[in-house]
């Protein structure tokens, strides 16, 4: 992959995103956060070891800023072989995520483990999602830009793309890699750009409202459609 310095990027960052205002904003909710949900995590631990058994949590290489690879946490949702196997993609209806799986990733839950992440400090709370180096290396020089921010948990990418596995359900899986090099990482890193151009305080607690809210929103649009399928 190339090296991408501040100097030869095009990119318009806001000082917000690399404040640190920001940092102590991140590393003080991070510890709240696993303080607060420590019960949360004691659930979904314990329930994950009685339906599939170990590792509870499930560990990935992502390219974080700078090029800089990191080790991403997730509560494991994919059975022990299909974790092992993980292409860092997946569509609606893989075989390899389990029942119980499939519902921590309806809710988000499976992401909480990155508050960890995030108080590391590989991660901030809103920033461009963290992706695999393969997909790196296939994409160009202009989205690459990104790679000059911090990835988050959450961000402006990830709430248009909050159904982004129902999508790629249509892909067949021999185009995977292509279709989301080629077609989705170029507007995740446009809608990126425009984020850190314009990031403040302010537009990170939206983002951070609205994603607590999009589960919520997304089950009830999910309700209405199997309703008037039903009906």
């Not at 609606?92 to 909480?112: A, C, H, N």
Request: glycine share 6%.
């Amino acid at each position: 992959m190339s090296e991408i310095s501040s100097q030869e990027a095009s990119i318009v960052i806001s000082s917000w995103c690399l404040s640190r205002q920001k940092r102590w904003l991140d590393a003080t909710t991070a510890a709240a956060g696993l303080i607060l949900l420590f019960p949360v995590f004691f659930v979904i631990a314990s329930a994950i070891v009685m339906s599939s058994g170990t590792p509870i949590i499930f560990r990935q290489r992502r390219v974080g800023r700078l090029n800089k690879e990191f080790e991403l946490l997730k509560f494991r949702t994919m059975t022990n072989a299909g974790s092992e196997t993980a292409t860092g993609v997946t569509q609606r209806g893989d075989s390899r995520v389990t029942f119980l799986g499939s519902l921590l990733r309806k809710w988000k839950l499976d992401e909480l483990p990155q508050l960890m992440n995030v108080l590391l400090g590989d991660m901030t709370l809103v920033g461009p999602r963290p992706d695999m180096k393969k997909f790196w290396i296939l994409a160009n020089d202009t989205d690459k830009q990104i790679l000059l921010l911090t990835p988050g948990l959450t961000g402006e990418a990830s709430i248009v793309y909050c159904d982004e596995e129902c999508m790629l359900a249509h892909v067949p899986k021999e185009r995977l890699t292509a279709f989301y090099v080629e077609q989705v990482i170029p507007v995740k890193a446009r809608l990126d750009r425009e984020y850190a151009a314009h990031a403040t305080f302010w537009t990170d607690c939206g983002i951070l409202l609205q994603t607590l809210f999009m589960p919520l929103s997304k089950y009830r649009r999910d309700k209405k459609k199997n309703y008037a399928q039903v009906s």
